[in-house]
């Protein structure tokens, strides 16, 4: 993982909640909240989120934990973004390949800032940041885009008006060097600002697409049960999967 990281998640975000809104993020929220405390078992009293960008899924799942719920990001840009919609949350810099804050949560979660992990090295890093923010009986999430055995290539396109100004993109993924784990989304990005000429530019993200395997022999090494459940939402095709692992008390 690089330093700075794509340009979307800094010398952009204050563009990204017209890229992905908020409101876009109720049903994938709610199953990621629902994974969790059902793996708990109960609803959890705290909640950690490891690479929480702009806030989105937060903005949903952080009225049913039963206790603090603590966002961290390493672009200080996407954490500020965040506070805009999740003021009264706790949220602390740093990269998930390192963090370590001294304290631990009944849930560790880790959305799509897992598809930038790619290689097993950041992998196992990656398991044990989460292991020294687990509570004993706790859990953890993460929810890569693809694995090895899920990623598909494709193009998307999406975006939003927003008050005196407008965004589209168009996203592109296409394969990495051969031998590696890791593929390219490539964003080509369109900006309006009333009174202004329109503006296009261009972001390359580098991300990991690691076998299945990988991820839950570093989980599993790190301490945890970890298995793969499917994930639901009825904008997305099935066969994806998620990490679930539990710390034994």
């Not at 560790?108 to 009986?137: I, K, M, N, W």
Request: hydrophobic content about 40%.
């Amino acid at each position: 993982m690089t330093s700075a990281g794509p340009r979307m998640y800094h010398e952009f975000a204050d563009w990204f909640h017209l890229l992905t809104a908020p409101e876009e993020y109720a049903e994938e929220a709610a199953f990621y909240f629902h994974a969790a405390a059902g793996a708990l078992g109960r609803t959890p009293r705290s909640w950690l989120e490891l690479g929480s960008g702009g806030g989105n899924n937060a903005s949903h799942y952080a009225q049913w934990v039963e206790g603090d719920v603590v966002l961290s990001d390493r672009s200080e840009q996407m954490l500020a973004l965040s506070k805009r919609i999740n003021p009264e949350l706790e949220h602390v810099g740093g990269d998930m390949l390192e963090l370590r804050l001294g304290r631990t949560f009944e849930v560790v979660f880790v959305h799509d800032a897992a598809s930038y992990v790619v290689s097993e090295d950041e992998v196992q890093r990656l398991a044990a940041t989460l292991r020294a923010h687990c509570d004993p009986g706790g859990v953890v999430v993460v929810c890569p885009d693809a694995t090895a055995e899920t990623l598909t290539f494709e193009t998307d396109h999406g975006g939003h008006d927003g008050e005196g100004r407008a965004m589209r993109y168009l996203e592109w993924t296409t394969p990495g060097p051969p031998g590696s784990h890791t593929y390219f989304a490539d964003y080509a990005y369109l900006y309006h600002i009333d009174g202004q000429p329109p503006r296009v530019e261009f972001d390359r993200h580098v991300n990991g697409a690691l076998p299945q395997a990988v991820w839950l022999r570093a989980l599993r090494e790190a301490g945890f049960e970890a298995w793969t459940a499917p994930f639901v939402h009825s904008e997305v095709p099935d066969g994806g999967v998620i990490f679930v692992g539990r710390l034994p008390t």
